[in-house]
């Protein structure tokens, strides 16, 4: 809910521009170049040697080289993993108290540096600053909630059918957790990966992608001061199909947690199925966004706005398609259309920026040749539709909305990931469930309505993990984050999500008279 409500502030207390032209580019300011920082694994409480082979990370708003990092290798993959395997046993016997001070601590850390840390998130990813911020602060928030449940998660004790006897259900930790994190929110979801894992008595390896690795690692830098100890959490980072499927296909972990793409979750849960490893999956998303006659119409799109523009649409759970009821459709796609291109866009030191590029040239190229398709199909295009040309660097794409579209189009049914919303209409509320949950994703869902019967209604009708009424995407960390169909397996945050890193075993204790 904070992460949600910060966020609307910052990418609604700005001034909007005359709906008539795309928004120019924020007043920029020069971002200087330095020499590229390297970075090396961190395996057992320090900082490896140098490595053979490394990766550059590039800035993408600027394509300045920010770093350079280990292109991790098999043997990495094995070092963190043993490192790991050794720590947890001492680990799991320290009381769960002592884990959760541990990661107070590490919340202090970062509060403390979190201006330089949402400065080198913002350069790695093209974030704006304001969500930079945000990230950092969630990701200490985050420690700081799982600080609180280490006195709190508990077994039971269950009624026996034999006479003198008691079952005891115990909560243990399962061991070795290896955390595959994304490049998009890669601070907050190693936090999500960690903190649970921690204070339930796991030990961990993070592979962090290789595209926004740097503020990971200097995370990692405090690791020792807030009284980590060694091998208890190792953080390494390199090429997937080199030390990520090391770390995914190895018998050590007792769960492999991951956040990412579908096919990468199928990757990893067929190399997991060899040792039948547990899998905890955060996949892809196609979220639909409900706008029913009665709706609020300018809170309906100031909350879908806000979430498709935010980290320029390149979050799993926002907003990807747009049903809205034809009585209002005309004015609420007039409004929608307004906002889109009215976005200010930019670099992250621009000056009331409300969007940014995209992470790499991959990435805008795969936005613009879904666009291209879509057109091609028979789309409208109400706003933006191609790269923007207000940029000579940077990977950026107009806000853009499209009509005109038809249920089984690509656009429609697969996940953009890039700041592009297509629009259709529909007369019934039970037209439109079957639109919305014709989807081979099912992680997030909205409705914007002002009647309760409906609100009812959408609560047993969406077929997707999580549904937001009359709000932005964004889950609260003491809710439960969990996708289905495609969009995963297990899940993150609250109880539910620490019980993903506890094994159960069960204790019959027959006594005598």
Known sequence: LKL???????????????????????????????????????????FMPAPAETIEVENPSTHEILSRVPKGTVADAEAALAAAKRAQPAWEATPAASRGKVLAKLATLIRAKADELAASLAKE??????????EIDCAAEYLDYHNGMARTYEGEIVNSDNKNEHIYVHRLPIGVSVGVCPWNFPVFVMMRKIAPALVTGNTVVVKTSEFTPNTSFDIAAMFNEAGVPPGVINVVTGIGSVIGAALTASPVPGIISMTGSVATGQHIMRAAAANMTKVSLELGGKAPCVVMADADLELAADAIHASRICFSGQVCNCAERVYVQEEVAEKFSKLLVEKMRNTKCGVPTDEGVQMCGLVNKDQLDKVSAMVERAVAAGAKVECGGRKNPNFKAGYHYEPTVLTNVK??????????????????????????MTLANDCEFGLASSVFTTNANTV????????????YINRFHFEAIQGFHAGWRKSGLGGADGKHGLHEYLATRVVYWQHQE
């Open 4 to 46: 949600q409500f910060l966020y609307l502030i910052a990418t609604h207390t700005l001034l909007t521009l005359p709906s008539h032209t795309m928004a120019p580019p924020a007043k920029r300011q020069k971002m200087s170049a330095s020499k590229p920082k390297l970075y090396t694994q961190f395996i057992d409480g320090k």
């Open 407 to 432: 249920q089984t189009d690509e656009i429609i049914q697969q996940e953009v990931f890039g700041p592009v919303l297509p629009i259709m209409t529909f007369k019934t509320w039970d037209e439109v």
């Open 125 to 134: 990813q093209a974030k704006i600053m304001a969500l930079a911020k945000i």
């Open 456 to 467: 009812a209604k959408a609560m047993t009708s969406f077929k997707f993990g999580e549904t």
